[in-house]
């Protein structure tokens, strides 16, 4: 059988005149049916994009006001007064438009400490049907808690050569102003006197400056010991005349006279055996060597550390936790560049800033009040760790000279401190600026290993950054993690 176009032509008119009333009837229904089911979507994605507008406006509305009753900034009676410019002020643009955002309700419970908000808005419909209303009212009520919780923060700042400037980098000067303006963010508009923040700064390369804390440390020799001075030696025996360990006040006395720190440099403490120590002990700690003689847990200064060229510590000192944002800011303009990576050595002293264990030796130093004790309901403690490189430099359970190439040794070390610091209630943050191709890998797998996992998610707390902007911005986003209230709804 032939077909040919004339034909087939032939045919379907033939059928549309047949049918040509039944067609344009079924194509009547299809289009009202098809519009109806547009418009119903518009209308959903409208709905939709309002409840999470309202949603946000009214989350960010309590969190705000409540992180100002917790510093302070309003009083109770204020919160209404705030609310309601925080909802106008976040239904400006967008799918909610200004006045929109109706607060139902406000409450501020000063015994559970929480501030409750209801809120709606009633969204104009684009197609409403079947006798609907031509606006559909969208609610939310979110919940925030307020407290007196203080904050300790200590901050690990990487000193080391490759953040030196060069002609297309100013890593050191990417790391000042991020420091600076974080130090900024936490301390500023608070009370001195009273303060509720408190930070702490860890410069680190080969090694950390401990400044005042230096007569707390032990400073070897190539003909001394790993361990410091045990009872009964003939150094402690001269000078004390006891055979016993004398008090902490004359040992150090003894100890820093016989072995003078002369650039009050730090390296890891050691164990018995010579291996790193990974505990916040304080340097008051009495401990037994094999022999089961006792002496004090101070902290080693290695003496490979030769403190010339690139093996030797920074500059800047450790400064223990502070509201002091002047002596922090004037640490922070000093900042220059040189030396290893001693990333597990910085991790440790980041870890004793933090420690009430450290607290007697840092009032003994002059050098503020020390750490608070743990208690998770008063005291929120708060460890940001920043490297731009692969940990590199051990000394600890080292033997010969090769001390800047333990990149394994001192990664391992790192961890097994920042698991110890997450296991006291300590929360850490870390951060990779500019990490190199060739190192990355390694720096990035000690930072997430590092780093606490988020409470509200399974995200690590670990930032990896490229550029100044973006270092600030992680200094930025931690400060405000740090002082998030959790929404009770």
Request: charged fraction near 20%; charge should be neutral.
């Amino acid at each position: 059988m032939r077909y040919s176009g004339v034909s087939i032509g032939h045919t379907t008119k033939r059928f549309m005149q047949d049918r040509g009333g039944n067609f344009a009837l079924m194509f009547g229904v299809v289009v009202a049916t098809l519009a109806a089911a547009v418009g119903f979507g518009v209308d959903t994605v409208q709905l939709y994009n309002a409840r999470t507008a309202l949603r946000g406006a009214v989350d960010a509305a309590v969190t705000s006001t409540a992180r100002d009753l917790t510093t302070g900034v309003i009083r109770p009676a204020d919160a209404e007064k705030v609310v309601k410019a925080f909802l106008s002020a976040n239904s400006s643009g967008g799918i909610l438009t200004p006045g929109r955002i109706t607060l139902d309700r406000l409450t501020v419970d000063q015994t559970a400490r929480t501030v409750e908000a209801a809120a709606h808005v009633d969204v104009d419909l684009f197609f409403p049907l079947f006798g609907m209303d031509k606006t559909k009212r969208v609610t939310n009520t979110s919940a925030a808690i307020y407290s007196d919780k203080q904050i300790e923060v200590a901050m690990m700042l990487d000193l080391t050569g490759s953040m030196q400037k060069t002609r297309k980098t100013d890593k050191i000067g990417d790391l000042k102003a991020a420091a600076e303006n974080a130090v900024r963010t936490m301390l500023d508009g608070q009370d001195p006197k009273n303060p509720r923040v408190r930070v702490a700064i860890v410069p680190y390369a080969s090694g950390v400056n401990v400044g005042a804390l230096g007569k707390m440390t032990y400073a070897e020799t190539s003909s001394s010991s790993d361990l410091p001075p045990v009872a009964g030696s003939s150094l402690l025996v001269a000078k004390t005349g006891k055979t016993t360990l004398p008090s902490f006040g004359q040992y150090t006395s003894v100890v820093s006279s016989a072995f003078p720190n002369s650039d009050a440099c730090a390296t890891e403490r050691k164990t018995r055996d010579g291996k790193a120590d990974f505990t916040a002990d304080g340097p008051d700690t009495v401990r037994t060597d094999k022999s089961g003689k006792q002496y004090y847990a101070l902290v080693n200064r290695d003496n490979r550390l030769s403190g010339q060229g690139m093996n030797k510590c920074p500059n800047a000192k450790v400064i223990p936790l502070t509201a002091d944002s002047a002596a922090l800011l004037d640490s922070i303009y000093d900042f220059s560049a040189n030396g290893y990576t001693g990333g597990a050595i910085g991790v440790q002293w980041t870890y004793y800033m933090l420690s009430p264990r450290w607290r007697s030796a840092i009032r003994s130093a002059d050098l503020g009040d020390g750490p608070s004790d743990t208690n998770s309901k008063k005291i929120s403690k708060v460890a940001i760790l920043m490297t731009d490189g692969e940990f590199n430099t051990v000394y600890a359970g080292v033997s010969g000279t090769n001390n800047n190439g333990q990149g394994g040794l001192a990664r391992g070390n790192a961890e097994r401190i920042c698991d110890n610091m997450k296991s006291d209630g300590i929360e850490v943050f870390t951060i990779g600026f500019a990490l190199p191709s060739d190192e990355a890998s390694a720096a990035r797998d000690v930072l997430k290993n590092c780093s606490s996992t988020d409470k509200s998610s399974s995200m690590k707390h670990f930032f990896d950054v490229s550029t100044g902007e973006e270092l600030n911005q992680a200094f930025q986003s931690i400060i405000a993690n740090t002082e998030r209230l959790a929404l009770t709804q």
